[in-house]
């Protein structure tokens, strides 16, 4: 099992920047990707950032050039630098880890999520 714990959502004006951090406990050494993914009112769940454990990293295209995700391995964060915010990029901001175990030939895996954390951008 993962857990993960999600802070530094709130509200920003248009054109500024937010940290948002995700802390991961548990079973944290089974992890092969984090991500965040975003939700907003009446929409479905989007990929915003994802990042590999060999450091592959993707971008959803409205955020690429934008925001920018890495991951601290030995203090088990991941982070998503978001500069330049727009107010279609307010939702609720989710932390995803995909984590897998057992044998190679029949590995098992399963999908984690955090709490959520709000962001809102509004003048």
């Known amino acids: 099992q993962v857990h993960l714990v999600e802070s530094g959502g709130g509200l920003v004006q248009p054109g500024g920047s937010l940290r948002l951090s995700c802390l991961a406990s548990?079973?944290?050494?089974?992890?092969?990707?984090m991500g965040w993914y975003r939700q907003a009112p009446g929409k479905q769940r989007e990929l915003v950032a994802r990042?590999?454990?060999?450091?592959?990293?993707n971008y959803a295209d409205s955020v690429n050039g934008r925001f920018t995700v890495s991951w601290d391995n030995a203090a088990n964060t991941v982070s998503l630098q978001m500069n330049s915010l727009k107010p279609e990029d307010s939702a609720v901001y989710y932390c995803?880890?995909?984590?897998?175990?057992?044998?190679?030939?029949?590995?098992?895996?399963?999908?984690?999520w955090g709490q959520g954390t709000q962001v809102t951008v509004s003048a």
């Open positions: 548990g079973r944290t050494r089974t992890i092969d990707a």
């Open positions: 990042i590999i454990g060999r450091g592959g990293v």
């Open positions: 995803n880890a995909e984590a897998s175990w057992g044998p190679v030939e029949a590995p098992s895996s399963s999908v984690f």
